[in-house]
C-alpha cells in the first residue's frame, strides 16, 4: 500500500501537474541539483502555444524526441487560418434531418475550423494515416518544405491545388516529413476530444515508434493506454527476410485515463443459478482464496455437516477474515457441503450476480479472432457495395465496431479525418442499426485524385471523396433496409461540406486610395460566388456551433431571415434593412444575431442598431461580417 507523505503538499509539483494536465507536450523530464529526475514545464513549448512565432530553444539538456521542422509544424498548429466550409446540397442526402458531416479538403485546415465548433465535444477519434511505406502520398504542409523544394518535388495535386508530395525513402527528410504532417493534427485532434474521449491510431512499423513518441508528447504518457494488434492478412505475399508480418499496430490514448473505461464483450452469465432459493438472488461458485493476506486471512475452516477441514491452497490466503467468514455464513454466502468428497473443497463460496461491479469484460488487446478483423474482410464488404472498385486496404467494419462498441456511449460524435473509403461512417450507421443508438459521424477526406488506370476511375469516381460519398450512400440504404421496422429513423444521411477560401474579399485600400469608384465596389465585402448558405455556415464555425442543426427560412418584410437551431443564429444577409425589420428580428429573441455590414438602408440605420436590440432583446449578440 501507498505510505502517507506525512507533509505538505509540494506546491511546484502540483503546478507543473496542472500545466501537463493542459498542455501535456509541455512537460519534460530533467536531473535537478541532486541527481534526481523531476518533471518540468518546458517554458519554450509553454510560451509556443501563445505565439504564432518560432519560439527558440534553450541549451538545458533534457529527454526529448526532436526531428527536422518541429519547432515550424508546432507553430503551425497554432496559426488560423481564414478559410471556410461550404455547404454542397446537391451531393449531400437527406441535408435537412441528418446530423452527420462529411467535409472535403486538407484536414489540416478543417481541424483548425472545427476548434470553436467541436472543442470538447468528440467522444471518440479513429484514424487511418498514410503508413509512410514509401509509396504513400502525404500532405505537404507550408512548413514541411522551402518553396524551391516544393516546386522541384514531384508528387499530385488534389482538385482544390492542395499538394500531396509522394514520400520515398530516398527523401532525406523521408521520417520527418511524415512527423511533420502527422504533429499538428495530433495537437489540434486533442483539442477536439472530450475529457472522457478516446483516440485510436492504426499504424504499422514504418512510423509506429514515432507515432507513439509524438502521441506521448501530445496526449502525455501517462494518458496511453495500450497497443492493439490487430492480425490483417494470413501470409505475406513478399517475404524478403523470411518473417511473415501479419499485424498492424493500434495506438490508444485517452484524454485523461482517469475519466475513461473500455468495456469488451458483455459477460456471460449463464452460469448464475439459484438452485437453493437464496433470497439473495442467483449465485455462482467462487474462489475464495486471495493472493495476498495475512495471519488473519489465513486458518483453518470446519465442514458443518462432514467435518472435513479446508486451508487456504498453498502460497494463498482466504479472501476474508474469520469475521467476515462467520458474516458470510449468517448471510447465506457459504454454503457447506452435505456430502463429503476428499478432492473437493468442503464449502461453496457463493458470487451474486447483483453483486458484479462490471458486466462487461476489458477490451482485448489482440484482434485476431476468427480472422474476421483482417483487411480481406474489408475488401469483401466494399465489393459488395461496388463491383467496379479496387479500393485497397479498407479496414473491416467490424474492427470500427469494436473500437467504437468499447466506449459504450450510444450518442457519442465519431471523428475519422482521414476516411478515405468511409468505413468510420459505415461501421456508425451499422451499430446504430444494431443497438438503436444515436451515434453521429464527422468524416474528413482531401479529394485525393484516383488514379487514372484504376477501376474506380473508369467507373466515373474521380476522387477518393467520391468513393466515400457514395459508400455512405449504397451502405445506408442497405443497412436500412435490412433493419426493417426497426430502420424507419436510422439517420443514415450526411451533409457535405467543402474547405473553401474566405467568403469574404481580399481587399485593401489605405485612406488615400479611396475614391467614389471604389466606394461603390465596397458596397459587398463578400465575394460574388458566396450564397446565403455559404455566408451562414462561415458564420456558424466562426462562431462556433456545430454544423448539423436543423434550419429554417423566414421572410420579414420581404427580406429573407435564416434562423439556425430555433435561435441559436439568426441571420440576414440582405440589403436595405430599415428599422422596422430590425425590430422584428429582434423579436425573435435569438442569442446571436448576425448582418451583412452592408444590410441596412442607411448609416443612421446601421448605428442604431445595437441601441434597439438593447430595448427588445438584451441578451441577443449582435455582429456583422
Not at 490487430?230 to 511473415?244: A, E, M
Request: proline fraction near 3%; charge should be negative; aromatic fraction near 10%.
Amino acid at each position: 500500500m501507498e505510505k502517507m507523505r506525512m507533509e505538505s503538499m509540494d506546491i511546484v509539483a502540483q503546478n507543473v501537474e496542472n500545466i501537463g494536465n493542459l498542455f501535456p507536450d509541455c512537460i519534460t523530464e530533467a536531473r535537478d541539483e541532486n541527481g534526481k529526475i523531476q518533471k518540468i514545464v518546458d517554458r519554450d513549448r509553454l510560451m509556443q502555444k501563445f505565439s504564432h512565432k518560432i519560439i527558440g530553444g534553450g541549451t538545458t539538456e533534457r529527454y526529448e524526441f526532436t526531428w527536422v521542422g518541429k519547432n515550424a509544424s508546432r507553430v503551425e498548429a497554432n496559426t488560423t487560418t481564414n478559410k471556410t466550409l461550404r455547404p454542397c446540397i446537391e451531393e449531400s442526402k437527406d441535408w435537412d434531418n441528418t446530423e452527420n458531416l462529411y467535409i472535403e479538403g486538407d484536414n489540416l485546415e478543417v481541424l483548425k475550423l472545427l476548434q470553436n465548433s467541436y472543442f470538447n465535444k468528440v467522444k471518440m477519434i479513429y484514424i487511418d494515416p498514410p503508413y509512410n511505406t514509401g509509396n504513400d502520398f502525404i500532405y505537404v504542409d507550408d512548413f514541411a518544405q522551402n518553396i524551391d523544394e516544393y516546386e522541384e518535388a514531384k508528387g499530385s495535386f488534389d482538385e482544390e491545388g492542395n499538394r500531396l508530395f509522394k514520400n520515398t525513402d530516398t527523401n532525406g527528410r523521408f521520417h520527418s516529413d511524415w512527423c511533420s504532417m502527422i504533429y499538428p493534427r495530433l495537437i489540434l485532434a486533442r483539442n477536439l476530444l472530450a475529457d472522457d474521449g478516446v483516440i485510436f491510431i492504426s499504424i504499422d512499423d514504418n512510423e509506429q515508434a514515432n507515432l507513439k513518441k509524438i502521441c506521448n508528447e501530445i496526449f502525455g504518457e501517462k494518458n496511453f493506454i495500450g497497443e492493439i494488434i490487430r492480425k490483417t492478412k494470413s501470409i505475406t505475399n513478399d517475404i524478403k527476410n523470411g518473417l511473415n508480418i501479419q499485424h498492424e499496430a493500434l495506438l490508444v490514448y485517452a484524454k485523461y485515463i482517469n475519466l475513461l473505461k473500455l468495456i469488451g464483450n458483455e459477460k456471460k452469465l449463464e452460469g448464475y443459478k439459484n438452485p437453493d432459493n437464496d433470497p439473495n438472488g442467483e449465485w455462482c461458485s467462487g474462489d475464495p482464496s486471495a493472493k495476498s493476506g495475512g495471519e488473519g486471512t489465513y486458518f483453518e475452516i470446519k465442514n458443518l455437516y462432514t467435518g472435513k477441514s479446508d486451508f487456504p491452497p498453498k502460497g494463498r490466503y482466504w479472501a476474508f477474515s474469520r469475521k467476515t467468514f462467520d458474516e458470510y455464513i449468517k448471510k447465506g454466502k457459504i454454503l457447506f457441503k452435505k456430502v463429503y468428497k476428499a478432492n473437493e473443497r468442503g464449502f461453496i463460496f457463493k458470487r451474486y450476480k447483483n453483486e458484479l461491479k462490471d458486466r462487461y469484460n476489458p477490451l482485448n488487446s489482440l484482434f485476431a479472432i476468427e480472422n474476421k478483423y483482417m483487411n480481406q474482410i474489408g475488401t469483401k464488404e466494399l465489393n459488395l457495395l461496388f463491383k467496379e472498385i479496387d479500393f485497397i486496404y479498407p479496414k473491416p467494419v467490424n474492427f470500427i465496431k469494436l473500437l467504437i462498441t468499447s466506449l459504450n456511449d450510444k450518442s457519442s460524435i465519431i471523428l475519422d479525418f482521414f476516411s478515405g473509403s468511409a468505413t468510420t461512417a459505415h461501421a456508425v450507421m451499422q451499430l446504430n442499426a444494431e443497438d438503436g443508438g444515436k451515434r453521429k459521424f464527422i468524416m474528413v477526406q482531401l479529394p485525393e485524385k484516383t488514379d487514372e488506370k484504376s477501376e474506380a476511375f473508369k467507373a466515373g469516381y474521380k476522387n477518393i471523396c467520391e468513393i466515400g460519398k457514395e459508400r455512405i450512400r449504397r451502405a445506408g440504404e442497405k443497412i436500412k433496409e435490412e433493419a426493417g421496422l426497426n430502420g424507419q429513423d436510422l439517420d443514415i444521411g450526411f451533409r457535405v461540406l467543402k474547405l473553401d477560401s474566405s467568403n469574404m474579399k481580399d481587399i485593401y485600400y489605405s485612406a488615400d486610395e479611396y475614391d467614389q469608384g471604389m466606394l461603390e465596389n465596397m458596397q459587398s465585402n463578400t465575394k460574388e460566388d458566396r450564397t446565403d448558405l455559404d455566408l451562414l455556415f462561415g458564420c456558424l464555425v466562426d462562431w462556433g456551433l456545430e454544423l448539423d442543426k436543423p434550419y429554417t427560412t423566414k421572410v420579414i418584410n420581404g427580406h429573407k431571415v435564416h434562423i439556425y437551431n430555433d435561435g441559436d443564429l439568426v441571420a440576414c444577409f440582405e440589403n436595405d434593412l430599415d428599422m422596422k425589420t430590425i425590430d422584428e428580428i429582434a423579436k425573435l429573441q435569438a442569442l446571436r444575431v448576425v448582418f451583412s455590414d452592408n444590410s441596412f438602408v442607411d448609416s443612421a440605420t446601421k448605428i442604431n442598431v445595437a441601441e434597439h436590440f438593447k430595448m427588445i432583446a438584451p441578451d441577443t449578440d449582435i455582429k456583422v461580417i
